[in-house]
């Protein structure tokens, strides 16, 4: 089975290879906390960026204005994925809820 990797802008892959069955790739895996983590200071950073992009084009110290809005778009898709994917995991959880025992 394939599973297709998923990737954040600057974070890159969260899996490094595909699914297998051995217990090898299951231990060089992040720990799930650790991927939170860099997630969290990828979107700061994203972040940063966008606003320091928008205090340069406010100041007039920008070259162009396609550095602002792209610097602005990629922070708000991350933050949107980011969004998706907790409310994936919380529809999940909830399901797991509602699961009679």
């Excluded at 700061?44 to 602005?72: F, K, Y």
């Amino acid at each position: 089975m394939y599973l297709r990797p998923v990737s954040i802008p600057g974070l890159g892959p969260l899996v490094e290879k595909p699914a297998t069955h051995s217990s090898d790739s299951v231990a060089r895996e992040a720990p799930f906390s650790s991927v939170l983590q860099k997630v969290s200071e990828n979107l700061a950073s994203l972040d940063r960026e966008m606003t320091e992009a928008q205090v340069d084009l406010i100041t007039g110290n920008a070259r162009d204005m396609h550095t602002a809005v792209l610097s602005a778009e990629k922070a708000s898709l991350a933050l949107d994925l980011v969004i998706s994917v907790r409310n994936k995991a919380l529809e999940a959880y909830q399901e797991i809820m509602r699961m009679p025992i």
